[in-house]
């Protein structure tokens, strides 16, 4: 059913009629809570004038219209009764159940077309609605037909990740990728920056992070099983002004970016750079094959000073409520050999190195915390003692996340069966080579972020869902595209609280 809705957007973006009514099918993704259709229509030409203040929202859309439709329509902050307006108003009907105010109203009448919300982002997705309702066709003018919606999402966490590490994608089209997630109305873009295979973000105090560790002297060929290896050198980062034109770009689209940098383990590249913050000293290059590697941060002293002065600069950057600080897959063996950590497990009576990752992780929870921010990490952080206030990224199936929601924590369900989008999607003959996996469209929407076997005191922490893309076999943004849609499409819908509707 969900299914037969997407075909349906994809058959009528590919007839160019996509404003067009079918059936009493919307193209809409993701579909609004409620919909009324009625009668008679709007027509949108160049002399319809946009009613709005002079906000990013008001001129993201006459920019859109002026675009896609070549109107150029004019802007007034006073209403107005010309026969044909498109009025954007923020009300005053906060909703306390929707403590992010991203519900909106969009009415369709013969003579105006009405966004209202409690907030900017309200309107934008109201916008985004009214976009998706637009043709692909310009005509002049255009027919919309009248209608009413009253919208707004299930879970304030709906997010898609990108791993730029195993590949590197430009600055362009990361703000593509964020088009797209403002497109189908989700609002966390997961920018996964560090890994084994390559550091991405420049931090100030250490250009080595950047000048060894974003560069690999080669990259795996074919799959993993065939272990080829090229010889070509490969990386680059985004440079701090990269990254702040980019925040900027995702806060104007309702986006909040949630950086991840990644510790104790998926450190290969910034030990490359300095080697004295691992156990053993060195000296290690960038990886060059996928995978898990043994060498990680050693927790002494000198290590936490390093990563507090890195997450500094990364605060600065990112405004996000949450640091994603990784913790995932991170191999004990060099612990276990290493005289600094048995005496510091020694004297803080850790009994195994599961609890001392948990010491690791409570360390930097604790300075993050004391900078206002929350710290947020995958499910192996569960491992040893949750960190105090940590949230919880459950990626190895449902039961980390179902163990955190009932110890209080706050959790991101990213289960690897419905939610990891490197997955093949459909007969692997067909595909663009991948990582393994069958993870197709129907498999999203079936979806369901919040556990059932959870208590309704529980459930409320599950904040949602989030779309992973590794990209150890994704070396080009139209591959990234391929992988991720149509099951972003799906997620937007599982997320917004739409997928069961027909
Ligand atoms: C993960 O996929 N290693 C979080
Ligand atoms: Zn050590």
Redesign the pocket.
């Known amino acids: 059913m969900k299914l037969k809705r997407i075909l349906i957007f994809i058959v009528l973006v590919s007839s160019q009629a996509m404003g067009q009514v079918s059936d009493g099918v919307l193209p809409l993704i993701p579909k609004p809570k409620t919909l009324q259709i009625k009668q008679g229509e709007f027509l949108l030409s160049d002399s319809t004038i946009i009613v709005g203040n002079n906000s990013f929202e008001t001129n993201y859309l006459k920019t859109w219209i002026k675009a896609y439709y070549g109107f150029e329509l004019a802007i007034s902050n006073v209403a107005n009764n010309a026969k044909s307006v498109i009025m954007l108003v923020q009300n005053n009907e906060i909703d306390s159940a929707n403590p992010l105010n991203e519900n909106y109203e969009l009415s369709i009448n013969p003579n105006n077309i009405i966004i209202s919300a409690p907030s900017q982002g309200g309107i934008f997705y109201g916008i985004q609605t009214l976009l998706q309702l637009l043709p692909i066709k310009p005509s002049k003018p255009i027919a919309l037909p009248c209608l009413y919606i009253n919208d707004e999402p299930l879970y304030s966490w709906r997010g898609m990740h990108l791993d730029v590490c195993r590949h590197f994608f430009p600055k362009d089209y990361i703000k593509r990728y964020i088009d797209y997630l403002a497109m189908y109305k989700m609002n966390t873009f997961h920018w996964h920056l560090t890994e084994d295979q390559g550091w991405r973000i420049e931090i100030k105090k250490y250009p080595k992070l950047t000048s060894v560790g974003a560069w690999r002297s080669g990259s795996m060929v074919g799959h993993y099983s065939e272990n080829t290896i090229d010889s070509l050198t490969y990386g680059g980062y985004y440079t701090q002004a990269d990254i702040k034109e980019i925040v900027s770009y995702a806060q104007d689209r309702h986006i909040t970016v949630v950086p991840e940098i990644e510790f104790p383990g998926h450190s290969l590249a910034a030990l490359a750079a300095y080697p004295e913050y691992s156990c053993q000293g060195g000296p290690f290059e960038v990886a060059k094959t996928w995978g898990v590697f043994e060498d990680v941060y050693c927790p002494k002293e000198q290590t936490f000073v390093f990563l507090e002065n890195i997450l500094s600069e990364v605060m600065a950057l990112f405004p996000s409520t949450y640091i994603h600080i990784g913790g ?2 991170c191999p004990k063996t060099r612990w276990k050999n290493c005289k600094n950590c048995q005496a510091l497990m020694l004297s803080q009576g850790l009994k195994d190195e599961h609890q001392l990752q948990s010491y690791f992780i409570k360390r930097i929870e604790k300075f993050v915390n004391s900078k206002g921010r929350k710290i947020i990490g ?1 499910d192996e952080i569960l491992e040893g003692g949750l960190a105090p206030n940590a949230a919880v ?1 459950s ?1 190895r199936g449902t039961q980390g996340g179902i163990d955190a929601a009932k110890q209080s924590h706050y959790v991101v369900m990213s289960p ?1 069966s419905h939610c ?1 989008f490197d997955h093949y999607q459909g007969n692997p003959k067909n595909e663009p080579i991948a990582i393994g996996g069958y993870t197709p469209i129907e498999k999203v929407y079936s979806y369901k972020p919040t556990p059932e076997d959870l208590l309704p005191i529980e459930a409320k922490f599950i904040l949602g869902a989030q779309g ?1 893309v ?1 990209t150890e076999y994704i070396n080009e943004p139209k591959n990234v595209d391929y992988m991720a849609m149509p099951r972003m499409a799906a997620l937007s819908e599982v997320v917004w609280g739409t997928a069961d509707i027909l």
């Open positions: 995932d897959e995958w990224m990626w690897g990891y992973n590794w």
